[in-house]
Nanobody, 120 residues
């Protein structure tokens, strides 16, 4: 059973950067595309970014394109989200996910998430 563990969240100011990490276990990592989603206060969970199994293809929400970068390390079973030029609207709990329907369809297995709070 796949397990996902997100980390790296915190409180930052607008304009700052933050890097999130997700540890994958319980399966064969290179078999899967991976993604990041987020759920802001009072909002539904929404797609942020996805990366193919090899890392050669990526996809981003228009809201983060040009500011966020998704990457992965297949030797460490890790996926990352580098977030630059953060805005208060980026405040959310961030989740990583296995992508089963490229690029935005998640498998439904979620970790505990990591909270990112961006102050103005």
């Amino acid at each position: 059973q796949v397990q996902l563990a997100e980390s790296g969240g915190g409180l930052v100011q607008a304009g700052d950067s933050l890097s999130l990490s997700c540890a994958f276990s319980g399966g064969t990592f290179i078999n899967y595309a991976m993604g990041w989603f987020r759920q802001g206060p009072g909002k539904e969970r929404a797609f942020v970014a996805a990366i193919s199994w090899s890392g050669s293809s990526t996809s981003y929400s228009d809201l983060v394109l040009g500011r966020f970068t998704i990457s992965r390390d297949n030797n460490k079973n890790m996926v990352y989200l580098q977030m630059d030029s953060l805005k208060p609207d980026d405040t959310a709990v961030y989740y990583c996910a296995v992508i089963t329907d490229w690029p935005r369809g998640a498998s439904g297995a979620w970790g505990q998430g990591t909270l990112v709070t961006v102050s103005s």
